[in-house]
T-cell receptor
Framework: NAGVTQTPKFQVLKTGQSMTLQCAQDMNHEYMSWYRQDPGMGLRLIHYSVGAGITDQGEVPNGYNVSRSTTEDFPLRLLSAAPSQTSVYFC?????????????FGPGTRLLVL | DAKTTQPPSMDCAEGRAANLPCNHSTISGNEYVYWYRQIHSQGPQYIIHGLKNNETNEMASLIITEDRKSSTLILPHATLRDTAVYYCIVRVGRTSYDKVIFGPGTSLSVIP
């Protein structure tokens, strides 16, 4: 299994540009999440999904959209990038089938908005 | 808001045990204590979790107080590769999916 994969690894955007951060997992996990991490800070939850077709907001959802059309994929869209969205983005997945699920994290996408 | 409090930073001598405390005084009866760590620039990595009994695996031990209001993660023989930020999280287990909230964690520096 590849686990949780994220693309791209690095991205530079200009203010106002749009882009989609890709996240995929091959573990058949129901739960997927997006976090952002700013320098010196912990992870903040952006959006999460408990299954295909179901998404919900986390702590800092403004400026981001998500969709979950398949179990495997959970893309994060920035419709109009702003410098405040410069951050490292992590995707995570977990299973509901085990008694106590653990989250598996991807390697992250580093985004710079100029 | 994060449900846990941790010291912002700690040092530990290489080869000694690293004891990382976590306070979770408002923990509910069905919430587990999870520990993750994040080595520089990488995604967080699961370490261990527990409900009320002490737990041990190949990476660490988790000691939970009897009242469950605090816990300690123990790395028995810290190495330089254990230098990382350690996050203590409380969350419900299988029965539902809550918003998993990470606090700022404890930055552990293992010193040669």
């Amino acid at each position: 299994n590849a686990g949780v994969t994220q693309t791209p690894k690095f991205q530079v955007l200009k203010t106002g540009q749009s882009m989609t951060l890709q996240c995929a997992q091959d573990m058949n996990h129901e739960y997927m999440s997006w976090y952002r991490q700013d320098p010196g800070m912990g992870l903040r939850l952006i959006h999460y999904s408990v299954g295909a077709g179901i998404t919900d907001q986390g702590e800092v959802p403004n400026g981001y959209n998500v969709s979950r059309s398949t179990t495997e994929d959970f893309p994060l869209r920035l419709l109009s990038a702003a410098p405040s969205q410069t951050s490292v983005y992590f995707c995570a997945s977990s299973s509901s089938r085990r008694e106590q699920e653990t989250q598996y994290f991807g390697p992250g996408t580093r985004l710079l908005v100029l | 808001d994060a449900k846990t409090t941790q010291p912002p930073s700690m040092d530990c001598a290489e080869g000694r045990a690293a004891n990382l405390p976590c306070n979770h005084s408002t923990i509910s009866g069905n919430e587990y204590v999870y520990w993750y760590r994040q080595i520089h620039s990488q995604g967080p990595q699961y370490i261990i979790h527990g409900l009320k009994n002490n737990e041990t695996n190949e990476m660490a031990s988790l000691i939970i107080t009897e009242d469950r209001k605090s816990s300690t993660l123990i790395l028995p023989h810290a190495t330089l590769r254990d230098t990382a930020v350690y996050y203590c999280i409380v969350r419900v287990g299988r029965t539902s999916y809550d918003k998993v909230i990470f606090g700022p964690g404890t930055s552990l520096s293992v010193i040669p």
